[in-house]
């Protein structure tokens, strides 16, 4: 874990966002758009940053504010930026996929819950099968009972809830007091009602956090039962991050005391009966990612991981991703840039990708690991047309100390991850990212 432990990208996105062309615009994004070449109805995903108070973990683009009227302007160029994604999209079946985050969704009033919802509908079109998988970030200080009974009636059939840590003294040091009491009341309410799946967010590396005091709040969580529970790593980087300044550096756990406290959850969560689904993501073993894992056919999309496979998805919002075909597309990181796009009579896109022939082999050779947990090389040459084995041999030099310690096995043509590597999938993708190992 010392070696090969890594809190870098989980590459929901290949190239990362870092290495997107800022010469990607609107009419890029509009063309790809207009072109797309499947029936299929797009993922949609809905960011919305505004929250009461900046936790200071936060490494997101929120606004700070303590009026929900603050956001109707914001409400007002989402419909905007509907409205011109639609027109270039064209008619397509219901939407079946859907995601709000943010920021936290639930600090909107849920009459403008309601209005968002139906204004998405009346652009897209959502559909009512029970199929559908719509699901939505809650910040439990947000929201109550009466929050998910909207929500429900909306629609929405799956929650992920952030706890971050239930250990007081760590709740003061982040500036997010949240008492055990309020999650649970949601979570119970959340089942009564039927919602298909429930994830609980964890933080890993919080200050003052402790192996004993992570061990007393996992095991609080587990207690909650919920179908899915994420350990998220905390990543100090408070001169990119501002309210991160507020954290004491002293107060941070050192890299010993987080690998224990890794180390500890996952035996905690696996005793549990908890599956590994990867990147510090698990689940039951009946949930529909453990059975997705089991059958072969779990994919990534720019949320995480799913079983439904990728597609396509568009983003809506300030600093969102679209993923169209071989195209990527970013929107405006702030909120005035944003809005101002929109004013304009344009897409907010400031930059994107299209992925070359070697992007998509190497994209298809992470999700192949990540996923799969195999890179068959015959079976990525054929889908790709490409010598996989000429092209990726920087990454295969790469990754020989990683397979000298046990993490991946070579049999012929094929890389088989091992029971050890399933914990270190970010080490292993990173091997396949050029990005990651140019000078800085």
């Not at 929405?156 to 982040?174: E, T, Y």
Request: aromatic residues 6%; proline residues 5%; contains cysteine.
């Amino acid at each position: 874990m010392q070696r090969h432990d890594h809190d870098g990208s989980h590459y929901l996105t290949f190239p990362r966002v870092a290495h997107f062309d800022d010469t990607f615009g609107p009419g890029d994004f509009a063309e790809r758009l207009h072109g797309r070449s499947t029936d299929e109805p797009p993922g949609l995903h809905v960011r919305l940053p505004f929250c009461r108070q900046a936790c200071r973990f936060c490494a997101t683009r929120r606004v700070p504010s303590g009026d929900n009227r603050q956001a109707e302007p914001y409400l007002s160029r989402l419909d905007r930026e509907m409205v011109l994604i639609s027109r270039q999209l064209g008619p397509t079946p219901p939407i079946r996929r859907l995601h709000w985050g943010g920021g936290a969704p639930a600090f909107l009033s849920l009459d403008q819950l309601g209005d968002l919802f139906d204004r998405l509908d009346a652009r897209f079109g959502l559909s009512g099968s029970r199929e559908r998988d719509y699901s939505i970030e809650i910040d439990p200080r947000e929201a109550d009972v009466f929050t998910l009974r909207h929500l429900q009636a909306l629609g929405f059939n799956r929650l992920s809830l952030g706890v971050q840590d239930l250990d007081l003294r760590v709740q003061k040091a982040i500036n997010r007091i949240q008492p055990r009491v309020l999650t649970e009341s949601l979570v119970d309410e959340a089942n009564r009602l039927g919602f298909r799946s429930l994830n609980l967010d964890l933080i890993v590396g919080l200050p003052l956090q402790t192996p004993v005091s992570f061990t007393e709040t996992l095991d609080q969580v587990i207690a909650m039962a919920s179908a899915r529970i994420t350990l998220r790593r905390y990543v100090h980087l408070p001169e990119r991050h501002h309210p991160q300044q507020e954290i004491r550096r002293e107060e941070l756990p050192d890299d010993a005391t987080r690998l224990a406290i890794l180390a500890t959850a996952r035996e905690q969560l696996l005793d549990a009966g908890y599956v590994h689904i990867g990147l510090d993501h698990f689940a039951r073993a009946d949930d529909s990612l453990t059975l997705a894992l089991a059958e072969g056919r779990l994919a990534r999309n720019l949320q995480g991981f799913t079983p439904h496979g990728p597609g396509d998805q568009l983003g809506l919002g300030v600093a969102a991703i679209s993923r169209v075909g071989d195209a990527l597309a970013r929107n405006a990181e702030t909120l005035g840039d944003y809005e101002r796009a929109l004013d304009a009579g344009h897409l907010a896109t400031v930059s994107g990708r299209h992925l070359d022939a070697e992007d998509r082999l190497r994209r298809g050779a992470i999700e192949a690991l990540i996923c799969r947990r195999v890179l068959d090389m015959s079976t990525l040459s054929r889908d790709q047309g490409l010598d996989a084995e000429r092209v990726l041999a920087d990454a295969l030099e790469r990754l020989e100390p990683l397979r000298q310690d046990g993490l991946i096995a070579r049999q012929d043509r094929r890389l088989v991850v091992t029971a050890s590597g399933e914990w270190f999938l970010q080490r292993l993708a990173q091997a396949f990212d050029p990005h990651a190992f140019e000078p800085a």
